[in-house]
């Protein structure tokens, strides 16, 4: 029986990651600091319990029979109001769980886009030759740390970008704004992204398995969306109907400045940070996955209107709409 080990697998996608894992008959080692969130998650999803281990977060407790074939390091800080958080979590506590794997043990290290940075305005696409120019300490933490892994590790990187479908947390302020009768957009120019579905990750996560290559690799979806389709596609699917107003960036900086100065605020809205507003202010956030595609089986499939649509019916099913 193949044996994985997941960090972040009471997250967003490490929560979908080990859901495939059980159903492909893998057995699960999960480093956690909440034991008991992840035993209601596995009781939820109708798991097999037997199949799904929980570890200590601090590699240096776990027992000497922890020895997965494979792992896979998709734990991470999304959103904190320093740049220590990011550096504590997404580089020195991965680097130690990464230490402690077997020297073997095929190994994905989740990165994010962010770590390459926005799209050159020269450029349609960024891709791996793209020179890397993160905006914020998220994006930088994930540059750190790929740059930090050994080289003597069998490791391959993957660069996702935005990561749409159930179970996520990121997207309810989305659908909250895309029900209103007025949905602000930030900027006054339509911005473009690339995204996935969060069954396309972790397909791609699978594939990496089989790659010999380090990367980082870029991964998404084949074509990017606009901030307005992104928009009108998550009110279509709420059943929603409304009007975008475009809202100019001044406005974006100075609500991020004041979310961070009010404590109630940063609790409500722990994604709008001056520091992330950095990311938000940049008009083109697309990338070309053809090199992994190339080096891979992986294709993505989830559209994102079928995506958003996962993501609505999670939030309706758990109560948060």
């Known amino acids: ?25 893998r057995r699960v080692w999960a480093p956690v600091r909440d034991e008991e969130k992840l035993h209601r998650q596995v009781a939820r999803e109708g798991l097999d319990a037997r199949m799904v281990t ?120 989305l659908f909250k704004m895309a029900r209103g009768l007025v949905r602000p957009k930030p900027g006054l120019r339509p911005k473009f992204f690339s995204y996935l579905g969060v069954d396309d990750v972790v397909g791609a996560i699978f594939a990496a398995m089989d790659v010999v290559e380090r990367g980082p690799f870029y991964i998404a979806a084949d074509e990017p969306v606009s901030d ?13 109907r409304g009007v975008s107003l475009r809202i100019p960036q001044v406005f974006v900086r100075l609500l991020s400045a004041v979310v961070d100065a009010v404590p109630a605020m940063r609790e409500a809205t722990p994604s709008l940070t001056r520091d992330r507003a950095r990311e938000i202010r940049a008009d083109r956030w697309v990338v070309d996955a053809a090199k992994f595609r190339n080096v891979s089986t992986w294709r993505p499939s989830v559209p994102l209107e079928k995506a958003l649509a996962d993501a609505f019916a999670h939030y309706r099913e758990s109560g948060q709409l």
Not at 10 to 23: D, N, P, W
Not at 64 to 86: C, H, K, T, W
């Open 228 to 240: 307005l389709e992104l928009i009108a596609t998550a009110a279509r699917v709420a059943g929603a």
């Open 54 to 173: 929980a570890l200590p977060a601090e590699p240096k407790h776990w027992p000497g029979d922890v020895i997965p074939d494979q792992a896979v390091l998709s734990a991470g800080v999304l959103f904190a109001r320093n740049r220590q958080e990011y550096f504590e979590t997404n580089v020195d506590w991965t680097l130690r769980v990464l230490s402690h794997l077997p020297a073997d043990c095929k190994t994905v290290v989740l990165s994010s886009q962010s770590a390459g940075g926005p799209t050159p305005a020269n450029l349609a696409k960024r891709t791996e030759a793209t020179p890397d120019a993160p905006l914020t300490w998220y994006g930088e933490s994930k540059l750190v740390l790929e740059r930090a892994v050994p080289h003597e590790r069998n490791v391959t990187i993957l660069r996702p970008p935005m990561i749409l479908g159930a179970r996520d947390t990121a997207t309810l302020p």
């Open 1 to 25: 029986m193949t044996s994985i080990l997941i960090t972040g697998a009471t997250g967003f996608v490490g929560r979908t990651l080990l859901i495939r894992a059980v159903e492909s008959g």
